[in-house]
């Protein structure tokens, strides 16, 4: 069997980093439709 | 493409990031084309039922498979793959998935997904580490197969490839299986409940604990209905929130038992952290600040407001299906024989009817309404 490079860290510091961006945008983009910044009507 | 073309097709390339951006691009086209036919497909076929029920999750998917087909014949798939970003688009869905359930909803049903997450988990995995060993498979993939059927596909694999120091084909390998077998379970699934006849929660319970990847569990528990989807998003979260604790339990048996080598990193709480899901904490979050606020606005107005935070929402979970759509390669499946898409599928079955039963016995007289 050929010894092949296992997963590097990065891929799973990428999935990480994602979950944090996910919950930062998501959270962001809750509290702009809330103030109203983005209001009803806006998103097609 | 060889690898003279491929170097003379990079030597043109300006800068890498180009190609991912236009990756995102081609998702943005494609979901836009989706919401279209969503809001329109209705009104052009008017009076048929068919056209009416179709709804997002199939446009998207066979979109973003369209998309996949041409793309790949015109042999840049692989290079604006960076912009396919499922796992992002998901979990940004999921964080504004969190503003439209009630904290109450999520507190309630905690406690039944939580066992029912801890038993279908345990079981399904013991199951198909079992069934990986009689059939003779690398114990590295067992535990990839083991991670991705019994938990959340795909990112259970990376993180059990992490822990157990797996090959990138092997990962590669897990991942395929895991969208070969999510993306017809999309539509089985939601049809099979309907001709069970089970209840949206049961239904949503059944999805959550059984689809294995995040994207075709929302997919599915769309096609159910939102009562089924908040239900089948609940049971999914707890699962994925347990990624952490298998991932420490792997990491320790290949570290004491399997391979036994010197420097191994030691479980620690700091590596369940690290392992941890931290959209949940996004998912939750949400909620719990959609649920403050409704009590401080008029019923009507936080009605129109949650609900342009779902049309956010339906935007991100199109740009997660379309993504599924364009990822989804058949190639890595053919390299591996049959042993381990046999193991995936028996253990898959097992998944299934233990899933079912658990909903039925945790979720039946439930409500999320």
């Known amino acids: 069997m050929s010894t092949q490079e296992p997963p590097t860290s990065g891929e799973s510091r990428t999935a990480l980093n994602e979950d944090w961006a996910a919950t930062i945008v998501g959270l962001v983009l809750l509290v702009l439709v809330i103030t109203g910044v983005i209001p009803t009507g806006l998103v097609p | 493409?060889?690898?003279?073309?491929?170097?003379?097709?990079?030597?043109?390339?300006?800068?890498?990031?180009?190609?991912?951006?236009?990756?995102?691009?081609?998702?943005?086209?494609?979901?836009?084309?989706?919401?279209?036919?969503?809001?329109?497909?209705?009104?052009?076929?008017?009076?048929?039922?068919?056209?009416?029920?179709?709804?997002?999750p199939v446009y998207a998917i066979i979109l973003g498979l369209l998309g996949n087909a041409v793309l790949?014949?015109?042999?840049?798939?692989?290079?604006?793959?960076?912009?396919?970003?499922?796992?992002?688009?998901?979990?940004?869905?999921?964080?504004?998935?969190?503003?439209?359930?009630?904290?109450?909803?999520?507190?309630?049903?905690?406690?039944?997904?939580?066992?029912?997450?801890?038993?279908?988990?345990?079981?399904?995995?013991?199951?198909t580490w079992w069934l990986g060993g009689k059939l003779g498979?690398?114990?590295?993939?067992?535990?990839l197969l083991s991670a991705a059927v019994s938990i959340c596909g795909?990112?259970?694999?990376?993180?059990?490839?992490?822990?157990?120091?797996?090959?990138?084909?092997?990962?590669?390998?897990?991942?395929?299986?895991?969208?070969?077998?999510?993306?017809?379970?999309?539509?089985?699934?939601?049809?099979?409940?309907?001709?069970?006849?089970?209840?949206?929660?049961?239904?949503?319970?059944?999805?959550?604990?059984?689809?294995?990847?995040?994207?075709?569990?929302?997919?599915?528990?769309?096609?159910?209905?939102?009562?089924a989807l908040a239900i089948a998003t609940i049971v999914k979260v707890t699962q994925n929130a347990l990624i952490g604790v298998v991932v420490v339990a792997l990491t320790a048996w290949f570290a004491f038992r399997v391979e036994r080598t010197a420097g191994s990193p030691r479980p620690s709480v700091a590596e369940l952290w690290r392992r941890f899901p931290k959209f949940v904490l996004g998912f939750v979050a949400a909620s719990v600040i959609a649920t403050w606020w409704l009590t401080t606005v008029p019923a009507a107005e936080g009605k129109a407001v949650i609900g342009v935070a779902n049309d956010l929402?339906?935007?991100?979970?199109?740009?997660?299906?379309?993504?599924?759509?364009?990822?989804?390669?058949?190639?890595?499946?053919?390299?591996?024989?049959?042993?381990?898409?046999?193991?995936?599928?028996?253990?898959?079955?097992?998944?299934?009817?233990?899933?079912?039963?658990?909903?039925a016995l945790l979720f039946s007289g439930f409500s999320a309404g």
């Not at chain 2, 840049?76 to 504004?96: A, C, N, P």
């Not at chain 2, 498979?137 to 535990?143: S, V």
């Open chain 2, 1 to 56: 493409m060889s690898t003279e073309q491929s170097t003379r097709a990079e030597s043109r390339t300006p800068a890498a990031w180009h190609w991912p951006v236009a990756g995102v691009l081609v998702v943005l086209l494609l979901g836009a084309a989706t919401r279209l036919l969503d809001k329109n497909v209705a009104a052009w076929f008017a009076g048929s039922g068919l056209a009416k029920a179709i709804e997002f």
């Open chain 2, 72 to 127: 790949t014949a015109a042999g840049v798939r692989d290079r604006l793959s960076g912009g396919f970003r499922t796992e992002f688009f998901i979990k940004t869905g999921l964080v504004l998935l969190g503003a439209s359930i009630n904290l109450k909803l999520i507190v309630t049903a905690a406690g039944p997904a939580i066992v029912q997450a801890i038993v279908l988990i345990s079981t399904v995995f013991l199951f």
């Open chain 2, 137 to 143: 498979l690398d114990d590295r993939l067992r535990a």
């Open chain 2, 154 to 227: 795909v990112s259970a694999a990376i993180a059990a490839a992490g822990a157990v120091q797996a090959r990138r084909e092997q990962l590669a390998y897990s991942a395929s299986l895991v969208i070969a077998f999510a993306l017809p379970s999309i539509f089985i699934l939601p049809a099979l409940a309907s001709a069970l006849g089970l209840s949206p929660e049961v239904a949503g319970a059944w999805i959550g604990g059984n689809i294995d990847t995040t994207a075709a569990v929302t997919a599915a528990g769309t096609l159910v209905g939102e009562n």
């Open chain 2, 313 to 359: 929402r339906t935007w991100f979970l199109i740009l997660a299906f379309v993504s599924i759509g364009l990822e989804f390669r058949v190639a890595s499946l053919k390299d591996a024989g049959w042993r381990p898409v046999g193991v995936f599928a028996a253990a898959t079955v097992v998944n299934v009817v233990v899933a079912l039963v658990l909903a």
